[in-house]
């Protein structure tokens, strides 16, 4: 599967982004779906998951109950609504796909770059 990550930008704290994250190849369906971030300067983490049926989801405590994952398996998209931005949130975020029956994530898109300004 490729994706391919968007929806980043420049906005203040206390606004709103949604980032989109498109699939292709592979039927998504088969996949559990991920976000994962990389601040300048420190390793990347985990921000969320979706279960492939899009009923089971997981979020990093620093974004539960700002953020929410989803995803249309019929439109091959995953999104990640971003509420309630922290200059902190600053980072470059990866979208990651992982097979069925995988221990690893093993696909990623190319990033996108989301800035918070205080």
């Known amino acids: 599967v490729q994706l391919q990550a968007s929806g980043g930008g420049l906005v203040q704290a206390g606004g709103s982004l949604r980032l989109s994250c498109a699939a292709s190849g592979r039927t998504f369906s088969s996949y559990t779906m991920g976000w994962f971030r990389q601040a300048p300067g420190k390793e990347r983490e985990f921000v969320a998951r979706l279960s492939w049926s899009g009923i089971s989801k997981y979020y990093n405590d620093t974004v539960k109950g700002r953020f929410t994952i989803s995803r249309d398996n019929a439109k091959k998209t995953m999104y990640l609504q971003m509420n309630s931005l922290k200059p902190e949130d600053t980072a470059v975020y990866y979208c990651?796909?992982?097979?069925?029956?995988?221990?690893?994530?093993?696909?990623w898109g190319q990033g996108t770059l989301v800035t918070v300004s205080s």
């Open positions: 990651a796909a992982q097979l069925l029956g995988d221990s690893t994530y093993g696909y």
